[in-house]
C-alpha cells in the first residue's frame, strides 16, 4: 500500500482481512473487545464496529444512528507518520502521541476522544487495532 491509499474502501477492507486473522488479538483475550471506536484521519471519519476482537464492520461518514464509545483523530499527516512502518517518536503509539496534543498542545499528533473508561477498559486491544493500521499500510509486514 502506498500513502495515497490511506483510508480509502480496499486498505480499509485490507484493514479488516489483517485485524480479523490477527493471532495476537486472540491470544490476549481480545475476544472480549466489543466496542466501537471511530478513527477520523483529516476531515474523514471511519467507524470501526468491532465483535469479539473482530473488525465486522468500517463505516465511512457515520451518522446520527450509528453509536461509538471512544474515537482517535489526528491530521493526515499525522496517520501518515503514524502508519510508517518505523514511525517518528510520539507518533508511534497511541498515549505518547495523544499526551503531544492533549497535554503539550503539538500539533499534527492523535488524540484520542470519548470515554476514558471504555478506552482504557479496552486499552491492549484498542492499541493493537491502531498497530495494525501500520501492518496493513506496509503490506502487511511484521509489526
Do not use: C
Amino acid at each position: 500500500m502506498t500513502n495515497s491509499d490511506l483510508g480509502d474502501h480496499d486498505w480499509w477492507e485490507h484493514y479488516q482481512e489483517v485485524v480479523n486473522n490477527d493471532d495476537e488479538m486472540e491470544v490476549r483475550g481480545h475476544d472480549k473487545f466489543n466496542e466501537n471506536f471511530y478513527v477520523e484521519i483529516g476531515d474523514e471519519r471511519f467507524l470501526i464496529q468491532v465483535e469479539h476482537g473482530k473488525v465486522d464492520d468500517v463505516i465511512p461518514e457515520p451518522g446520527m444512528n450509528n453509536q461509538w464509545s471512544f474515537g482517535v483523530e489526528g491530521s493526515r499527516k499525522a496517520w501518515k507518520e503514524f502508519v510508517q512502518e518505523v514511525p517518528p517518536a510520539f507518533n508511534h503509539e497511541i498515549i505518547a502521541s495523544h499526551y503531544r496534543s492533549a497535554v503539550k498542545e503539538e500539533e499534527d499528533h492523535l488524540q484520542l476522544t470519548g470515554s476514558n473508561k471504555k478506552i482504557f477498559q479496552n486499552l491492549r486491544a484498542f492499541q493493537r487495532a491502531l498497530d495494525l493500521m501500520r501492518k496493513t499500510h506496509n503490506n502487511g509486514g511484521e509489526l
